[in-house]
């Protein structure tokens, strides 16, 4: 058989595929009658539609990729305090960017300065000044002039938001982060935990399964007796004269970033998958790796199955183990398939027309922001033909296949993103 590279291209492709299909159903969810099993399930519903499938996809590749990104730089030659000082740099961009992004949803127009339209773009345009990956040739000083004009651009957009509801009008605060912030406090907890056990499966496996602890007992439903003393709270049993259904998540505020674990949960599946994959490569038993995947991918749909009438469902909104373990498991056996089909096969160019979107991924989720409210800002509406049915989930496909695109002649002209 083969012998599989080190170096894995499948996880390029599979964050190329999670980056086209991630804008595809961003854009699809403004288009009217649409299937519902497209479309992102409701906060009380006991079900997944596809669309609940991409971000923790996206979260999963994260932690696929954080070993590869690491030893890298390792290699390279990067101190311990280097490589700790690149973790925290990487995730308090994603964190800066998560919290701007999050205040969009309860933007005020009628109480700010200026319009939430311009607000968006003003704050996405300061993100590629300071987050732009500038070539090497280009001065020092013209480079930092930049860096420092986006900065403020940020302050200045901070200064003069208004959000919330008028008589209830307030400045920029975080609530859940934002996709940005998600990844970038998953990121963090998931890299910091790779770097203190430098790296040994054994020890990263121990860290999935405690996270994975935590979010199952964050959604487990426990029917709590109240005596008719209510001073004391017993666990139920035979004579329950009341029932009050806790969330164990309240035994875990002390831990508010970590919260349910469930965003960590799938990033620490992606970097236990990547260990074993390397185990497997490092042992020359790549003929191990089909079944040993399989089994896990299996595995964790089977678990996710299981759990479900126990811990509140399947939901994303909700983020519970259900969702966390099927997602795991898709994930899982997609990332198999495209091991055999990219680093097997060497079918790696049969993907080169969303390469950009694996190789400038936070590009081109950012270039949508452009795209969205400049259309806000002229109040420009999409025809009905093309806003409804199927009709306009050809639009949506096409506008992320366009975006995918201008991104990749972007990235031609240096005009990417990298943190």
């Not at 599946?269 to 399989?294: C, N, P």
């Not at 992320?400 to 990298?418: D, P, Q, S, T, Y």
């Amino acid at each position: 058989m083969q012998q599989l590279p080190k170096r894995l291209l499948s996880i390029d492709v599979l964050r190329a595929i999670t980056m086209l299909l991630m804008i595809f159903v961003n854009d699809a969810s403004g288009v009217r009658h649409i299937p519902e099993w497209i479309d992102h399930a409701k906060g009380f519903e006991d079900r997944m539609g596809f669309a609940d499938t991409i971000f923790p996809a996206f979260l999963f590749i994260v932690g696929l990729s954080l070993p590869f990104a690491i030893n890298n730089r390792i290699k390279k030659g990067d101190s311990a305090k280097e490589v700790l000082f690149y973790i925290l740099i990487r995730s308090a961009a994603l964190l800066i960017m998560g919290f701007f992004h999050v205040n969009l949803e309860e933007f005020n127009s009628s109480a700010a300065l200026i319009s939430k339209a311009v607000w968006a773009l003003v704050i996405t345009t300061a993100f590629f000044l300071i987050w732009l990956d500038y070539p090497e040739t280009m001065a020092k000083g013209k480079k930092y002039a930049l860096q420092i004009l986006g900065i403020a651009m940020l302050v200045a957009m901070a200064v003069v938001y208004k959000g919330g509801e008028d008589g209830d009008v307030h400045g920029m605060e975080p609530s859940w982060w934002g996709i940005l912030g998600l990844i970038g406090w998953s990121y963090l907890v998931c890299a910091l935990i790779y770097f203190m056990v430098k790296g040994k499966l054994n020890s990263l496996i121990v860290a999935w399964i405690v996270l994975a602890a935590i979010n199952i007992i964050a959604h487990s439903v426990f029917k709590i007796k109240v005596m008719r003393d209510e001073s004391i709270v017993k666990i139920a049993g035979d004579d329950v004269t009341g029932t009050f259904i806790g969330n164990a998540i309240i035994f875990l505020k002390p831990l508010w970033i970590i919260h349910d674990a469930s965003t960590m949960t799938l990033t620490m599946g992606g970097v236990v998958i990547s260990g074993i994959y390397a185990r497997l490569v490092e042992q020359g038993k790549t003929q191990r790796i089909w079944a040993t995947l399989a089994i896990i991918g299996v595995l964790f749909l089977v678990a996710g199955f299981a759990i479900r009438p126990y811990a509140e469902g399947i939901s994303k909104i909700r983020s519970t183990p259900a969702w966390v373990f099927i997602c795991s498991g898709i994930t899982t056996l997609a990332f198999l398939i495209l091991i055999y089909v990219v680093d097997v096969k060497g079918k790696v160019n049969a993907f080169k027309w969303i390469k950009p979107a694996g190789t400038s991924t936070l590009t081109c989720y950012l270039i949508p922001y452009f795209q969205v409210f400049i259309l806000e800002l002229f109040n420009v509406r999409y025809p009905s033909l093309i806003n409804n049915g199927f009709p306009g989930l050809l639009r949506s496909f096409a506008t992320a296949f366009l975006i995918i695109l201008l991104v990749g002649l972007m990235e031609k002209k240096r005009l990417r993103l990298k943190i």
